[in-house]
Each structure stands twice: as structure tokens, then as C-alpha cells.
């Protein structure tokens, strides 16, 4: 699987953006799909996933409410839209996707095998 993250720039706080995860060589639906984020300085931590293509999508905490995780089967690509965006959650952001994973591992990143070179937003006034 082959992804191609995009989408990111500057905002100001209280802002939205959407991000995009076009893949290639397998088919969005039926694997799972992960969006992750890297604050300089810090670990890689998860965002949300949306588990094969059904319906259990989880949210980090920190995003919950405010970050919406959706497909586009059509044309194979999953979105990330992010609306009432804080300094914090200025990062580079990754898509990732895995077709074994199990829904209890969704919000790991070592457990993806297939990631996309990451688009990076900044949140800032």
C-alpha cells in the first residue's frame, strides 16, 4: 500500500483544515487506516483510525469532538477533517494503514506497516 498524505499549511486557531490520504495498491475499505501526529520534540501519537472500512472510528481524546476521520471508496482516500484547531495540535501528520490489525491495536503505530511521508500543519496566530 502506497499513501500520499496532503492537506497541511498554516491556520489560525479556531481554524480548520482537511487532510488527505490518497492510497494505492489496496483498496481504503478494506484496510485499516490511521492518522498520527509528531510535535517536534515529542513522541509519534495517534489521532484516530477507522478499523477496515467499518464502523468503529476512535478518536484520541485530544481531538475528540473537534477531528472527523471519513472515506472516499471512489476514490480511494480517507480524510481527515479538523475543525477548532489549537496551537497544539501544530505537528506533522501521518496516515497510516495496516490490513491485519487488530481493532485493540488501532491506536499504535508501531503496528501499522505502511505509512505516508507525512504533511505538517501549524496552528498559529
Known amino acids: 500500500v502506497q499513501l500520499q498524505a496532503s492537506g497541511g499549511g498554516l491556520v489560525q486557531p479556531g481554524g480548520s483544515l482537511r487532510l488527505s490520504c490518497a492510497a494505492s495498491?489496496?483498496?481504503?475499505?478494506?484496510?485499516?487506516v490511521g492518522w498520527f501526529r509528531q510535535a517536534p520534540g515529542k513522541e509519534r501519537e495517534f489521532v484516530a483510525a477507522n478499523h477496515r472500512g467499518g464502523s468503529s472510528t476512535l478518536y484520541a481524546d485530544s481531538v475528540k469532538g473537534r477531528f472527523t476521520f471519513s472515506r472516499d471508496n471512489a476514490k480511494n482516500t480517507v480524510y481527515l477533517q479538523m475543525n477548532s484547531l489549537k496551537p497544539e495540535d501544530t505537528a506533522v501528520y501521518y496516515c497510516a494503514a495496516d490490513e491485519r490489525i487488530i481493532l485493540s491495536s488501532i491506536r499504535t503505530a508501531r503496528h501499522y506497516d505502511y505509512w505516508g511521508q507525512g504533511t505538517l500543519v501549524t496552528v498559529s496566530s
Open positions: 495498491g489496496r483498496t481504503v475499505s478494506r484496510v485499516t
